[in-house]
Protein backbone atom coordinates (compact mmCIF):
# COMPACT_ATOMS: atom_id res chain seq x y z
CA UNK A 1 0.00 0.00 0.00
CA UNK A 2 1.39 3.17 -0.92
CA UNK A 3 -0.56 5.54 1.21
CA UNK A 4 1.76 7.05 4.33
CA UNK A 5 -1.62 7.62 6.18
CA UNK A 6 -3.43 4.26 5.82
CA UNK A 7 0.53 1.73 6.35
CA UNK A 8 1.37 0.56 9.41
CA UNK A 9 3.88 3.14 11.08
CA UNK A 10 6.39 2.08 13.87
CA UNK A 11 6.27 5.32 16.30
CA UNK A 12 9.75 5.94 18.04
CA UNK A 13 7.57 7.00 21.07
CA UNK A 14 4.10 4.65 20.75
CA UNK A 15 5.46 1.98 19.40
CA UNK A 16 3.61 0.08 16.41
CA UNK A 17 0.23 1.77 15.30
CA UNK A 18 -2.03 0.26 12.42
CA UNK A 19 -1.72 3.62 10.48
CA UNK A 20 -1.13 7.24 11.11
CA UNK A 21 -5.02 8.04 11.69
CA UNK A 22 -5.66 9.68 15.34
CA UNK A 23 -9.28 10.06 16.23
CA UNK A 24 -9.10 13.88 17.90
CA UNK A 25 -10.73 14.31 21.50
CA UNK A 26 -14.32 15.75 21.43
CA UNK A 27 -16.38 16.11 23.77
CA UNK A 28 -19.90 14.17 23.94
CA UNK A 29 -21.54 15.17 27.14
CA UNK A 30 -23.40 11.63 27.41
CA UNK A 31 -21.62 10.50 31.16
CA UNK A 32 -23.98 9.76 34.13
CA UNK A 33 -24.87 11.58 36.71
CA UNK A 34 -21.75 10.03 39.16
CA UNK A 35 -19.56 11.38 35.47
CA UNK A 36 -19.03 7.79 34.53
CA UNK A 37 -18.76 6.44 30.95
CA UNK A 38 -21.76 4.92 29.81
CA UNK A 39 -22.32 1.80 27.48
CA UNK A 40 -23.14 4.02 24.69
CA UNK A 41 -19.89 5.69 24.63
CA UNK A 42 -18.00 2.65 25.10
CA UNK A 43 -19.56 1.54 21.88
CA UNK A 44 -19.01 4.69 20.30
CA UNK A 45 -15.00 4.53 20.85
CA UNK A 46 -14.56 0.61 20.70
CA UNK A 47 -16.36 0.93 16.82
CA UNK A 48 -14.21 3.64 15.82
CA UNK A 49 -11.29 1.38 17.04
CA UNK A 50 -12.50 -2.06 15.37
CA UNK A 51 -12.57 0.26 12.08
CA UNK A 52 -9.17 1.11 12.46
CA UNK A 53 -8.38 4.20 14.03
CA UNK A 54 -4.60 3.68 15.42
CA UNK A 55 -4.65 6.05 18.31
CA UNK A 56 -7.96 7.37 20.08
CA UNK A 57 -7.80 10.48 22.36
CA UNK A 58 -10.97 10.60 24.67
CA UNK A 59 -13.24 13.81 25.10
CA UNK A 60 -11.88 15.95 27.32
CA UNK A 61 -11.99 14.32 31.16
CA UNK A 62 -12.57 16.44 34.10
CA UNK A 63 -9.87 16.58 36.76
CA UNK A 64 -11.66 18.20 39.67
CA UNK A 65 -15.16 19.19 40.54
CA UNK A 66 -14.24 22.51 40.43
CA UNK A 67 -12.15 22.03 37.02
CA UNK A 68 -15.77 21.70 35.14
CA UNK A 69 -17.29 23.51 32.71
CA UNK A 70 -20.00 21.31 30.95
CA UNK A 71 -22.54 19.41 32.18
CA UNK A 72 -22.71 15.76 31.97
CA UNK A 73 -19.06 16.00 31.06
CA UNK A 74 -17.24 12.43 32.16
CA UNK A 75 -14.67 13.16 35.38
CA UNK A 76 -11.22 11.50 36.07
CA UNK A 77 -11.41 12.78 40.06
CA UNK A 78 -12.52 9.35 41.63
CA UNK A 79 -11.73 5.71 40.87
CA UNK A 80 -15.33 4.52 40.31
CA UNK A 81 -14.82 7.38 37.31
CA UNK A 82 -11.41 5.96 36.35
CA UNK A 83 -12.36 2.28 36.26
CA UNK A 84 -15.72 3.29 34.34
CA UNK A 85 -13.11 3.36 31.88
CA UNK A 86 -11.51 0.04 32.04
CA UNK A 87 -13.77 -1.96 29.53
CA UNK A 88 -13.80 0.96 26.79
CA UNK A 89 -9.87 0.43 27.40
CA UNK A 90 -9.57 -3.40 27.04
CA UNK A 91 -12.11 -3.20 24.17
CA UNK A 92 -9.99 -0.64 22.47
CA UNK A 93 -7.04 -2.48 23.00
CA UNK A 94 -8.66 -5.63 21.72
CA UNK A 95 -8.82 -4.13 18.78
CA UNK A 96 -5.03 -3.20 18.08
CA UNK A 97 -5.61 0.74 18.77
CA UNK A 98 -4.03 2.69 21.60
CA UNK A 99 -5.69 4.67 23.50
CA UNK A 100 -4.78 8.47 25.31
CA UNK A 101 -7.15 10.32 27.77
CA UNK A 102 -7.36 13.98 27.86
CA UNK A 103 -7.30 15.82 31.19
CA UNK A 104 -9.27 19.21 31.17
CA UNK A 105 -9.47 21.75 33.61
CA UNK A 106 -12.13 24.61 31.85
CA UNK A 107 -10.89 27.10 34.56
CA UNK A 108 -13.31 30.67 33.32
CA UNK A 109 -15.16 28.86 30.61
CA UNK A 110 -17.40 27.60 33.64
CA UNK A 111 -20.35 28.58 35.68
CA UNK A 112 -21.23 27.63 38.98
CA UNK A 113 -23.95 25.53 37.88
CA UNK A 114 -21.49 23.54 36.46
CA UNK A 115 -19.05 23.24 39.43
CA UNK A 116 -21.24 22.50 42.28
CA UNK A 117 -21.46 26.16 43.43
CA UNK A 118 -17.65 26.63 43.61
CA UNK A 119 -16.55 30.09 41.76
CA UNK A 120 -14.59 29.13 38.79
CA UNK A 121 -10.55 30.20 38.43
CA UNK A 122 -8.46 31.36 36.30
CA UNK A 123 -5.30 33.14 35.82
CA UNK A 124 -7.25 36.47 36.65
CA UNK A 125 -10.35 37.78 37.63
CA UNK A 126 -11.57 38.94 34.03
CA UNK A 127 -14.73 37.40 33.00
CA UNK A 128 -14.83 35.55 29.68
CA UNK A 129 -17.28 36.98 27.38
CA UNK A 130 -20.44 35.72 25.89
CA UNK A 131 -23.15 33.00 26.56
CA UNK A 132 -22.45 29.78 27.98
CA UNK A 133 -24.61 27.05 25.64
CA UNK A 134 -25.62 24.74 28.16
CA UNK A 135 -26.92 27.05 30.74
CA UNK A 136 -27.71 30.07 28.63
CA UNK A 137 -26.05 32.32 31.57
CA UNK A 138 -23.28 34.15 30.96
CA UNK A 139 -19.88 32.94 32.25
CA UNK A 140 -19.43 33.02 35.74
CA UNK A 141 -16.35 35.67 37.24
CA UNK A 142 -13.77 33.86 38.11
CA UNK A 143 -11.24 34.68 40.41
CA UNK A 144 -7.46 34.41 40.42
CA UNK A 145 -5.52 31.28 41.72
CA UNK A 146 -3.11 32.17 44.16
CA UNK A 147 0.19 31.23 44.06
CA UNK A 148 -0.05 28.16 46.20
CA UNK A 149 -3.64 27.01 44.49
CA UNK A 150 -1.51 26.54 41.08
CA UNK A 151 0.49 24.19 43.16
CA UNK A 152 -2.83 22.61 43.88
CA UNK A 153 -4.04 22.54 40.33
CA UNK A 154 -0.34 20.74 39.62
CA UNK A 155 -1.68 17.95 42.41
CA UNK A 156 -4.98 17.40 40.75
CA UNK A 157 -3.34 16.88 37.80
CA UNK A 158 -1.14 14.13 38.83
CA UNK A 159 -3.71 12.52 41.04
CA UNK A 160 -5.90 12.37 38.16
CA UNK A 161 -3.08 10.74 35.69
CA UNK A 162 -2.30 8.55 38.31
CA UNK A 163 -6.30 7.42 37.79
CA UNK A 164 -6.07 7.27 34.41
CA UNK A 165 -3.34 5.08 34.72
CA UNK A 166 -4.17 3.20 37.10
CA UNK A 167 -7.35 2.13 34.60
CA UNK A 168 -5.01 1.58 32.06
CA UNK A 169 -4.77 4.43 29.47
CA UNK A 170 -1.75 4.35 27.42
CA UNK A 171 -1.04 8.00 27.99
CA UNK A 172 -3.10 11.63 28.74
CA UNK A 173 -2.81 14.52 27.02
CA UNK A 174 -2.76 17.53 28.99
CA UNK A 175 -5.36 20.28 27.17
CA UNK A 176 -3.34 23.41 27.19
CA UNK A 177 -5.58 24.55 24.47
CA UNK A 178 -8.97 26.63 23.17
CA UNK A 179 -8.89 29.03 25.90
CA UNK A 180 -9.47 26.89 28.74
CA UNK A 181 -7.19 27.18 32.40
CA UNK A 182 -3.64 27.11 31.02
CA UNK A 183 -4.27 28.84 27.87
CA UNK A 184 -5.63 31.50 30.50
CA UNK A 185 -2.36 31.65 31.49
CA UNK A 186 -0.57 32.19 27.80
CA UNK A 187 -2.87 34.73 26.45
CA UNK A 188 -2.09 38.30 27.76
CA UNK A 189 -5.16 39.12 26.81
CA UNK A 190 -6.68 37.34 29.50
CA UNK A 191 -3.61 37.11 32.10
CA UNK A 192 -2.95 40.16 34.22
CA UNK A 193 -1.09 38.93 36.65
CA UNK A 194 1.65 40.61 38.57
CA UNK A 195 3.25 37.70 39.91
CA UNK A 196 5.70 35.02 38.46
CA UNK A 197 3.31 33.70 36.50
CA UNK A 198 2.00 36.52 34.46
CA UNK A 199 3.87 39.57 32.19
CA UNK A 200 6.63 38.42 30.52
CA UNK A 201 6.50 35.83 27.86
CA UNK A 202 8.50 33.48 29.87
CA UNK A 203 6.09 34.28 33.03
CA UNK A 204 2.93 33.47 31.09
CA UNK A 205 4.49 29.54 29.88
CA UNK A 206 5.44 29.07 33.17
CA UNK A 207 2.58 27.51 34.50
CA UNK A 208 2.44 25.14 31.42
CA UNK A 209 6.12 23.94 31.88
CA UNK A 210 6.06 23.67 35.32
CA UNK A 211 2.87 21.42 35.39
CA UNK A 212 4.32 19.25 32.06
CA UNK A 213 7.77 18.53 34.52
CA UNK A 214 5.81 17.21 37.17
CA UNK A 215 3.87 15.27 35.09
CA UNK A 216 6.77 13.39 32.99
CA UNK A 217 8.90 13.17 35.59
CA UNK A 218 5.89 11.00 36.88
CA UNK A 219 4.88 9.10 34.17
CA UNK A 220 7.23 8.75 31.71
CA UNK A 221 7.91 11.12 28.20
CA UNK A 222 6.60 8.24 26.31
CA UNK A 223 3.31 8.64 28.31
CA UNK A 224 2.79 12.64 27.63
CA UNK A 225 0.91 14.21 25.03
CA UNK A 226 0.46 18.05 25.00
CA UNK A 227 -2.10 19.83 23.36
CA UNK A 228 -1.69 23.74 22.46
CA UNK A 229 -3.48 26.22 20.32
CA UNK A 230 -1.68 28.99 19.59
CA UNK A 231 -3.25 29.90 16.23
CA UNK A 232 -7.36 29.32 16.53
CA UNK A 233 -10.58 31.25 15.22
CA UNK A 234 -12.85 30.52 18.08
CA UNK A 235 -14.83 32.81 20.27
CA UNK A 236 -13.45 36.04 18.00
CA UNK A 237 -10.11 34.66 19.18
CA UNK A 238 -7.27 34.55 16.77
CA UNK A 239 -3.24 33.98 17.42
CA UNK A 240 -1.75 34.17 20.50
CA UNK A 241 -0.17 37.61 21.33
CA UNK A 242 3.75 37.54 20.46
CA UNK A 243 2.81 34.18 19.12
CA UNK A 244 6.33 33.73 17.71
CA UNK A 245 8.28 34.55 21.18
CA UNK A 246 5.75 32.30 22.79
CA UNK A 247 6.28 29.29 20.51
CA UNK A 248 10.24 29.87 20.83
CA UNK A 249 9.96 29.72 24.68
CA UNK A 250 7.24 26.96 24.80
CA UNK A 251 9.44 24.71 22.58
CA UNK A 252 12.82 25.20 23.88
CA UNK A 253 11.47 24.42 26.93
CA UNK A 254 9.57 21.37 26.39
CA UNK A 255 12.29 19.97 24.73
CA UNK A 256 14.65 20.80 27.35
CA UNK A 257 12.20 19.21 30.37
CA UNK A 258 11.93 15.65 27.87
CA UNK A 259 8.28 16.27 26.90
CA UNK A 260 8.26 14.43 23.45
CA UNK A 261 4.49 14.24 21.95
CA UNK A 262 2.96 17.61 20.63
CA UNK A 263 -0.56 18.26 19.46
CA UNK A 264 -1.52 21.37 17.61
CA UNK A 265 -5.21 22.23 17.44
CA UNK A 266 -6.53 25.08 15.85
CA UNK A 267 -10.12 24.11 17.87
CA UNK A 268 -12.51 23.77 14.90
CA UNK A 269 -10.96 26.32 12.22
CA UNK A 270 -9.07 26.06 8.60
CA UNK A 271 -6.00 24.19 9.52
CA UNK A 272 -3.95 26.28 6.66
CA UNK A 273 -4.68 29.50 8.36
CA UNK A 274 -4.53 28.72 11.81
CA UNK A 275 -2.64 25.17 12.98
CA UNK A 276 -0.94 24.57 9.67
CA UNK A 277 1.49 28.12 10.09
CA UNK A 278 1.78 26.98 13.71
CA UNK A 279 3.23 23.56 12.44
CA UNK A 280 5.57 25.02 9.88
CA UNK A 281 7.05 27.26 12.80
CA UNK A 282 7.44 24.68 15.23
CA UNK A 283 8.90 21.63 13.19
CA UNK A 284 12.12 23.22 12.35
CA UNK A 285 12.59 23.26 15.92
CA UNK A 286 10.43 20.28 17.11
CA UNK A 287 12.34 17.38 15.53
CA UNK A 288 9.68 15.16 18.13
CA UNK A 289 6.20 13.34 17.65
CA UNK A 290 3.98 15.94 16.11
CA UNK A 291 0.22 16.07 15.80
CA UNK A 292 -2.18 18.15 14.29
CA UNK A 293 -5.17 17.94 11.75
CA UNK A 294 -8.49 19.55 11.07
CA UNK A 295 -10.59 17.82 8.12
CA UNK A 296 -7.96 17.54 5.92
CA UNK A 297 -8.66 15.67 3.04
CA UNK A 298 -6.72 11.79 2.90
CA UNK A 299 -4.60 14.04 0.07
CA UNK A 300 -3.80 16.98 2.40
CA UNK A 301 -2.94 14.80 5.02
CA UNK A 302 -0.34 12.80 3.29
CA UNK A 303 1.40 15.69 1.90
CA UNK A 304 1.80 16.76 5.65
CA UNK A 305 3.42 13.78 6.53
CA UNK A 306 5.83 13.23 3.50
CA UNK A 307 6.92 16.82 3.74
CA UNK A 308 8.17 15.78 7.36
CA UNK A 309 5.72 18.13 8.82
CA UNK A 310 3.45 15.98 10.70
CA UNK A 311 3.95 12.18 12.31
CA UNK A 312 0.25 11.19 12.72
CA UNK A 313 -2.74 13.08 11.58
CA UNK A 314 -6.18 13.98 13.83
CA UNK A 315 -9.64 13.81 12.81
CA UNK A 316 -12.63 14.86 14.70
CA UNK A 317 -15.83 15.36 12.98
CA UNK A 318 -15.15 12.76 9.78
CA UNK A 319 -14.32 10.52 12.43
CA UNK A 320 -17.51 11.43 14.35
CA UNK A 321 -19.69 11.36 11.78
CA UNK A 322 -17.93 8.23 10.25
CA UNK A 323 -17.86 5.37 12.12
CA UNK A 324 -16.28 3.64 9.23
CA UNK A 325 -13.79 6.76 8.45
CA UNK A 326 -10.83 4.23 7.78
CA UNK A 327 -12.91 1.96 6.13
CA UNK A 328 -14.06 4.79 3.65
CA UNK A 329 -10.42 5.99 3.23
CA UNK A 330 -9.09 2.65 2.22
CA UNK A 331 -12.12 1.80 -0.25
CA UNK A 332 -12.79 5.40 -1.66
CA UNK A 333 -16.55 5.38 -0.55
CA UNK A 334 -17.77 8.97 0.05
CA UNK A 335 -17.87 10.41 3.56
CA UNK A 336 -20.82 12.03 5.65
CA UNK A 337 -19.95 15.42 6.12
CA UNK A 338 -20.45 16.66 9.92
CA UNK A 339 -23.69 18.60 10.82
CA UNK A 340 -24.70 19.37 14.40
CA UNK A 341 -28.02 16.91 14.98
CA UNK A 342 -25.13 13.95 14.64
CA UNK A 343 -24.37 15.83 18.40
CA UNK A 344 -27.80 14.12 19.52
CA UNK A 345 -26.95 10.97 19.52
CA UNK A 346 -23.76 8.41 19.89
CA UNK A 347 -23.19 6.08 17.18
C1 LIG B 1 -18.22 18.05 19.15
C2 LIG B 1 -16.79 18.46 19.38
C3 LIG B 1 -16.26 18.38 20.66
C4 LIG B 1 -14.91 18.73 20.89
N1 LIG B 1 -14.39 18.54 22.14
C5 LIG B 1 -13.07 18.74 22.34
C6 LIG B 1 -12.46 18.40 23.58
O1 LIG B 1 -13.09 17.88 24.53
N2 LIG B 1 -11.12 18.65 23.70
C7 LIG B 1 -10.38 19.20 22.70
O2 LIG B 1 -9.18 19.42 22.86
N3 LIG B 1 -10.93 19.49 21.50
C8 LIG B 1 -12.23 19.26 21.29
N4 LIG B 1 -12.77 19.49 20.04
C9 LIG B 1 -11.90 19.92 18.92
C10 LIG B 1 -11.43 18.69 18.12
O3 LIG B 1 -10.53 17.90 18.87
C11 LIG B 1 -10.72 19.09 16.81
O4 LIG B 1 -9.55 19.80 17.14
C12 LIG B 1 -11.59 19.93 15.89
O5 LIG B 1 -12.87 19.35 15.74
C13 LIG B 1 -10.94 20.15 14.51
O6 LIG B 1 -10.76 18.94 13.85
P1 LIG B 1 -11.80 18.46 12.69
O7 LIG B 1 -11.88 19.61 11.72
O8 LIG B 1 -11.13 17.25 12.13
O9 LIG B 1 -13.12 18.19 13.35
C14 LIG B 1 -14.11 19.18 19.81
C15 LIG B 1 -14.67 19.30 18.53
C16 LIG B 1 -15.98 18.93 18.31
C17 LIG B 1 -16.53 19.02 16.90
Redesign the pocket.
Known sequence: MDSVILSPYNSKYLGKLKNRIVM?????WSADQNHCVIDLMSEYYIRRAKDGVALI????LIIHPSAAGHKN?PYIYTAEQANSWKKTISGVHRQGAKMFC?L?HCGRISHEDFTGGIQPVSSSAKRAEGINKQNNKPYARPRALTRSEIKDVYEMFIKSGELAFGAGFDGA?L?F??GYLVDQFFDSRINERKDEYGGSVDNRCRFALELTELFINKFGSEKVMV?I?PSREMAGVYDWPEIEEMLACLISNFNKIGLRLL?I?????D?YKTSGRVVRIVRPIWPHFLLS????SLRQAEAEVAAGLLDMV???????ANPDFVSCLLSGKKLNQ?KPEF?KKLY
Not at 265 to 269: D, G, L, W
Open positions: APMSRITEGSQWEHGHRSDSCASSYGASLTWGRYILFL
